[in-house]
């Protein structure tokens, strides 16, 4: 008989499946559960993405595209970005379209780690960047970033984490699961850490348009000295409510991306002909309107987050305040119970899926991920059952 755990690779073999998919897996078979567990927008792509889609299709638009993404994609993104966030890329060689965001942290990370070197992965943050971390050879070294410190990296907690194997540290802000953002001074302050080293900084925007309290968001990419070490990593997924799409983009020193190309064009090619077309809709009509279908999101969005962060605190259950992305991440401490054995036990007893806190890290236990991207009358009906679970612990 086949002895399969010789066979398969070990890194891939140590790496543990998402604790965000387990919890989705268990809800697919429950018809009256409510999912606050993956993060993905309710809001239908808008009509116009569609039917631009639509008719590329309908005119024998299905071929291949070259490897860096469509010219008119590329030239779209520099113009936004440049426009909303004062970035500044060439099209043509510093701007890669990838399949979503996740291809291009895989990119990235394969890009510019060899075997043995560290990264340093802000702990809670996304489950993916540890794991690809592993899968590119290197070694995630999580550093805490805990409540009292509203979540954020602390330039002294960077700078006492920093080895002579340090070859990048990822940057996700705004934060899932937390919510939380780095305004313009903490940027400043981690970019003083920085600046006299060769690290490289892999930061995550996928949310940056999904920024409330008014502060619109800065990437750390626009400060002094910080966009040569810069890989910029986003996408049109929860902005633009294309999840399915799959389309995303990577923005940096053109030697990086090159090498991000390289292996994106031996592995996937392109990202499809449609899903590329739909986002240059999604960027041409936006930049004529000032993104109204964005704004009109965020607007929701912000009603929803304020409705989440008081239900939990009128429960009883302490609850940071999150400035950005679609997500509260709530302190459930006060129940004894782990943050796992709390979603368990709640998913079974009243059919509400959240998601544990430790599945982003260590710092996470201890608390629970709730996405709030979803109906109103959901939200509410999710937050009375929460709560009857907890009085009945």
């Not at 809001?43 to 860096?68: C, K, L």
């Not at 996937?268 to 590329?276: D, H, P």
């Amino acid at each position: 008989m086949m002895d399969y755990s010789r066979i398969v690779n070990q890194s891939v073999r140590a790496v543990p499946p998402s604790g965000i998919r387990k919890f989705f897996d268990i809800v697919a078979e429950m018809p009256d559960a409510i999912s606050l567990g993956v993060g993905e927008p309710d809001f239908v792509t808008p009509g116009h993405i569609r039917d631009a889609a639509i008719d590329s299709i309908e005119q024998g638009m299905t071929q291949y595209t070259s490897n860096w993404g469509r010219i008119q994609l590329r030239a779209l993104i520099a113009e936004y970005l440049r426009e909303r966030f004062a970035l500044h890329y060439a099209a043509k060689d510093e701007v890669l379209v990838t399949v979503g965001g996740s291809e291009g942290i895989d990119l990235a990370l394969r890009a510019i780690v060899s075997p043995g070197d560290e990264v340093l992965v802000p702990d809670p943050s996304f489950v993916a960047y540890a794991a690809g971390v592993r899968f590119a050879g290197g070694v995630p070294v999580p550093i805490p970033t805990p409540a009292e410190d509203a979540f954020r990296l602390r330039p002294e907690v960077l700078r006492a984490a920093i080895t002579p194997r340090t070859k990048a540290v990822i940057f996700p802000y705004p934060n899932n699961p937390t919510g939380s953002v780095m305004p313009r001074a903490g940027l400043t302050a981690i970019a003083e850490v920085l600046a006299d080293t060769d690290i490289i900084v892999l930061s995550d925007e996928i949310y940056a348009e999904l920024s409330y309290g008014g502060e619109p968001h800065v990437s750390i990419a626009t400060l002094p000295g910080m966009r040569e070490r810069t890989v910029l990593l986003s996408g049109f997924s929860k902005s633009f409510a294309m999840t399915g799409w799959r389309v995303g983009y990577a923005c940096g020193p053109r030697e990086i991306i090159e090498m991000m190309c390289k292996i994106h064009q031996y592995t996937i090619m392109c990202a499809s002909i449609q899903g590329q077309i739909a986002a240059e809709q999604a960027l041409s009509r936006g930049l004529e309107n000032d993104f109204q279908d964005i704004q009109a999101m965020v607007r929701s969005y912000d009603r929803r987050r304020r409705l989440m962060v008081d239900g939990f605190e009128k429960m009883g259950l302490r609850c940071f305040a999150p400035l950005g992305a679609f997500y509260v991440f709530p302190s459930i401490a006060m129940t004894g119970l782990g943050s796992e054995a709390f979603c368990e036990k709640l998913l079974y007893a009243e059919q509400v899926a959240c998601v544990p806190g430790m599945a982003f890290g260590a710092s996470g236990e201890g608390h629970i991920r709730c996405c709030y991207a979803t109906a109103v009358d959901k939200l509410t009906e999710a937050l009375k059952r929460i709560e009857r679970f907890v009085k009945g612990l």
